[in-house]
Each structure stands twice: as C-alpha cells, then as structure tokens.
C-alpha cells in the first residue's frame, strides 16, 4: 500500500510539471495527450485556485510576476513524500 501511494504521489509530481509545461500549448496537443491533460487539468484546476486565493503571484521584475501556487504544491508533494519514505 506504501508502495502504490509512493507511486501515486510521483506520477502527480510529473503531472504538474507536465501540466506546468503544456498549458500554454493545450490547443496545439492532440487526442492522444489532450485526455491526459484533461485529467491533470481537472485535478490540478480546483487545488491551485483555492492556493491562489491564499498566495499571491511573486513579482520578480517590471510587470513580470511568478505564480507560486505550483511552486507550493510541488513542495507541498515532496514533503508528504519525504515524511513517507
């Protein structure tokens, strides 16, 4: 059971970066990909509005900011998998 939630817990690591990288580009991807992302999408979609509503966008230059809620919830999933491991 460890084993599988491990396993679990990285496949969502990989699919927010994933995600991360193909939601500018989600109009260009085809059918293959775009079930994949539509299920990273819906799972990702509602977590990361609700951190929105707590963690603002850092500004790193002249109207140039970084959203951190994926930031956050990548660290968020390193601890729960370093507290298991």
Avoid: E, W
């Amino acid at each position: 059971m460890k084993v599988l939630f491990i396993l679990i817990l990285n496949a969502f690591i990989i699919g927010l970066f994933l995600y991360s990288k193909l939601l500018p580009h989600k109009a260009n991807l085809n059918s293959k990909y775009n079930g994949v992302f539509n299920f990273f999408n819906s799972v990702f979609t509602p977590i990361l509005n609700f951190l929105k509503k707590f963690i603002k966008p850092f500004q790193v230059g002249q109207g140039l900011s970084v959203d951190m809620t994926q930031v956050v919830l990548l660290i968020l999933f390193l601890f729960i998998l370093n507290f298991i491991i």
